[in-house]
């Protein structure tokens, strides 16, 4: 059975914009989960990238493989919600990323009812409709791209150590900061349409840590676990066109919302 489709684009359109590019955003491509750097290396015109891709096989030795990348120390803490425990004989593609980027805003303005407004998402994706429901999100971008709902979860360093303690010492080993992050979102997006009949995505993760970089600047890490029906074929560009897309998608993200962060003034909730 082929397992693609041609437009799939996955977690792209998680994050995806077709906007212009308002500023210039250098890649710093990292070869390892861990970004063992200094907090003045990340800057505002910087995107720090790590990614792995482990596709299926009938081998399942793939998802025991020692480090640089190893699935179950890297990528499987980050499956919060078991859905690998509960997979029965479904079989996925596994990717990873990690981002890196500054914003130019101070940790103030990134509120939990800021962040949750739909009217603020729309403005850094501008080419997705996005509509709330009680608590469920539902983003569309149009012909080619899964429609996928997920929901926001808000946590303090605190609450987000009660509720997934293993993860303080993974995020501890892999941060690579002496730093604490003042605000922790995880999206869970667990509805991903099919695109040309074709599964796309059966779920991903996304956990973002937001520091206070300085007085005018917030650092985000953003950890993604993503379990995949389908990657592109070989003709168009396999792997490598799919991650091209994602990096793709999110340099846009990250250039809307750097944008909507110079133009918006700092206030107490989301305008």
Known sequence: MMRFSFFSLFFLLALSSVSQQRQELQWKNVETIEFDFPKEVYTSDSIFFYHAL???SENDSLLTQTPPFSFSEHAKPLDLYHYWEHKGEEQYDILMTKVGYVLDKPIEFFTKERLSDPG?????MPAAKIKRIDSTYHISVGFGAPEIDYRLHFYSPEEFDSHFPDLKNYFNAYDGLDLSPNLIVVQHNFKYGKVMFQET???SVSISRYFQLNKSQTLVFNYTLNYIHNIPPSFVGGSN???GKIKQGIKALIDETQYV??????TDGAE
Not at 120 to 124: A, D, F, G, L, N
Not at 261 to 266: I, Y
């Open 54 to 56: 482990l596709e299926r």
């Open 120 to 124: 603020y998402i729309s403005q850094t």
């Open 201 to 203: 995505s059966k779920m």
């Open 241 to 243: 066109f799919l991650i």
């Open 261 to 266: 962060c110079r133009k918006t003034e700092l």
